[in-house]
């Protein structure tokens, strides 16, 4: 093995008032981490460009050096699943939300209070997918959470917008109202998508509103399941760098997806349901899991050249505002995850690359365009120098700064 890249989702932060103006990297107990930097360089990384507000697909799609293509993450949030996509189909991601009500359309919570539990979400679409009537065939499938992916079988066109802006075309947008979605061109098809999505989310909101379920969460003081969310359209495949020298730990649909379109060996386990309505409970669970097997990817796959690691949970107190939580999470990836690294990758001489795919500030509550540190270990001894990885550190760093598309090329992950 020549190299590993560890995806930390979202770890960049700004300075939290409630961690005493530090970030939650600058807060963090992470001494095995700190003793790669101590060997390593810093630097600082714009995912896709200066100014830009990515999504996690966009900016994955740029580190791993492809141009930046529209249109991509509801494709690959479906390769990520078991669904079988042929040509024409128009894949999106999903969001079970919260709405007061389709008539006023003020979005409550984008993520139905992230208390969505396993068994309420499968029971939700399985009623959608009975009781809507669209005049053509489609599929609506829960994920992991509140995520789901849905399909419109047949040929449609994808220029043309979601119902959640949040995030388009670089700019963030927190949005409150709910929207419809609109054909991007003049193109029949497009206006013709729009529609039959626009009457799929009416009909999944009659479903959803009075649904037993949703009765039930609202006896127990929960949000509600009772609208559906979309973005990221897409009717084809992206074009993606093949890496079929690199082996993937990854367990979101949407990097699952990446890494198969990418030719990677994929490595990964199925996430723990989320039961009683306890989400960090479950994101606990699902971190320890993945920093389990991604030691277990990096032993099984000492032959492979190189290794994609991507940890998901860190993003999440991100968007919740919970900076305590997310420096608790990095604590524990430190003392699993980076004290395996501290003691594989030095003897071994295997390069390694820390990174984020994107900010996400805990005071903002949304990705941000703001950089994220990188850390790279050269894989041989040099003389250490007291380091703490931090994103005020990485501004320092010696490898200034970065583009996104830069990143693997300049640290030798390419051959």
Wanted: with cysteine; glycine share 6%.
């Amino acid at each position: 093995m020549k190299g590993i890249l560890v995806v930390v989702d979202g770890m960049a932060d700004l300075p939290c008032s409630i961690l005493n103006g530090q970030t939650p990297l600058e807060a963090a107990n992470m001494p095995n981490l700190n003793f790669l930097a101590a060997r390593g360089e810093f630097g600082y990384m714009y995912p896709v460009k200066p100014g830009f507000v990515p999504e996690s697909d966009e900016a994955l799609i740029s580190i791993f050096g492809n141009d930046l293509i529209s249109s991509t993450r509801g494709q690959l949030e479906a390769m990520g699943t078991d669904i079988k996509l042929t040509r024409g189909d128009l894949a999106l991601r999903a969001n079970f939300a919260t709405i007061d009500s389709l008539k006023e359309g003020n979005i409550i919570d984008r993520r139905a209070g992230r208390t969505l539990t396993t068994y309420e979400a499968y029971s939700l679409a399985k009623d959608l997918n009975k009781k809507i009537k669209l005049p053509c065939e489609f599929i609506f499938k829960q994920t992991i959470q509140h995520r789901a992916v849905l399909i419109l079988r047949g040929g449609f066109s994808d220029n043309i917008s979601g119902n959640d802006l949040t995030y388009f075309k670089g700019k963030l947008k927190v949005e409150d109202k709910i929207s419809q979605c609109k054909p991007l061109d003049e193109d029949e098809n497009s206006q013709f998508t729009s529609n039959i999505l626009n009457e799929f989310f009416e009909k999944a909101y009659e479903i959803l509103k009075d649904h037993p379920i949703n009765i039930k969460r609202k006896e127990k003081g929960l949000l509600p399941a009772n609208f559906i969310l979309v973005r990221g359209a897409g009717v084809e495949p992206p074009k993606l760098k093949f890496y079929r020298d690199w082996a993937a730990m990854v367990y979101m649909p949407l990097e699952i997806g990446f890494a198969k379109q990418s030719g990677m060996n994929i490595f990964s386990f199925s996430y723990p349901k989320l039961k009683n309505f306890d989400v960090y409970k479950n994101l606990y669970e699902g971190l320890a899991k993945a920093c389990k097997y991604s030691i277990k990817a990096i032993k099984k796959n000492k032959k492979t050249d190189y290794m994609y690691i991507h940890l998901k949970e860190t993003d999440v107190p991100g968007h919740d505002n919970k900076p305590i939580e997310k420096k608790q999470m990095l604590e524990y990836i430190d003392k699993t995850l980076f004290n395996f690294l501290k003691k594989f990758a030095p003897p071994n001489n295997i390069k390694v690359i820390v990174t984020a795919d994107h900010s996400t500030p805990c005071n903002i509550k949304s990705h941000s365009s703001e950089p994220v540190p990188v850390l790279f270990y050269p894989g041989i001894e040099v003389t250490p120098k007291e380091k703490k990885f931090c994103e005020k550190e990485a501004r320092k760093g010696y490898l200034g700064r970065i583009m996104g598309n830069e990143l693997l090329e300049k640290m030798g992950f390419l051959k």
